[in-house]
């Protein structure tokens, strides 16, 4: 089944401890993103990756990393995680960005709570 | 910033069609509008996209003005299931998808 899977999907923790959220994706698809959520904002994109060792800030990128070192996988990585990043997180992929009919496939999100 | 402008929220009857409105004033020829909805909390769902001529797959049907400057997203035979906030968004190929804050949904028995 073609999806994008997130983990963990629930975490709790504290301030400054080093964490990090896997995405994978089974489609081989070259672009991927991250987004996070949070009420009355809507989806913001923190960063994305048009293909391995290609990745770009987008809109609220402070504060976070991420790696594409392979193609399936794209984690988010938050080196000191503080409680205005208690958020709905979401990574997604599509084919590529290019394509008009290359929609995007979301993972079921990762909500995260920073004490 | 989203290019698009959509109602906060709309009721529908269990049954009867459901009519999504999106307004994109300020498209450009080559922008697609696409339509995206996201139930409760779980990860935004595609739904369906156009350029100029309506389109139509299993889910719904997308009906683009002449001007193209407005769009309507219907769901012909509205379920519970499709309670759900819907997102149109604006994308040229090769942009990133903005999401606005979209249409609540509330399909009610």
């Known amino acids: 089944e073609a999806q994008v899977t997130q983990n963990p999907r629930y975490l709790i923790t504290v301030t400054g401890k080093k964490l990090t959220v896997t995405c994978s994706q089974n489609?081989?698809?070259?672009?991927m993103s991250w987004y996070r959520q949070d009420p009355g904002l809507g989806l913001r994109q923190i960063y994305y990756?048009?293909?391995?060792?290609?990745?770009d800030k987008g809109d609220v990128p402070e504060g976070y990393k991420v790696s594409r070192k392979e193609k399936r996988n794209f984690p988010l990585i938050l080196e000191s995680p503080s409680p205005n990043q208690t958020s709905l997180y979401f990574c997604?992929?599509?084919?590529?960005?290019?394509?008009?009919?290359?929609?995007?496939?979301f993972g079921p999100g990762t909500r995260l709570t920073v004490l | 910033d989203a290019k698009t402008t959509q109602p906060p929220s709309m009721d529908c009857a269990e049954g009867r069609a459901a009519n999504l409105p999106c307004n994109h004033s300020t498209i450009s020829g080559n922008e697609y509008v696409y339509w995206y909805r996201q139930i409760h909390s779980q990860g935004p769902q595609y739904i369906i996209h156009?350029?100029?001529n309506n389109e139509t797959n299993e889910m719904a049907s997308l009906i683009i003005t002449e001007d193209r400057k407005s769009s309507t997203l219907i769901l012909p035979h509205a379920t519970l299931r499709d309670t759900a906030v819907y997102y149109c968004i604006v994308r040229h190929y090769g942009q990133n998808f903005v999401f606005g804050p979209g249409t609540r949904l509330s399909v009610l028995p």
């Open positions: 156009g350029l100029k």
């Open positions: 489609m081989n698809h070259e672009y």
């Open positions: 997604a992929s599509s084919r590529s960005l290019a394509g008009v009919s290359d929609t995007q496939y």
């Open positions: 990756s048009m293909n391995v060792e290609v990745t």
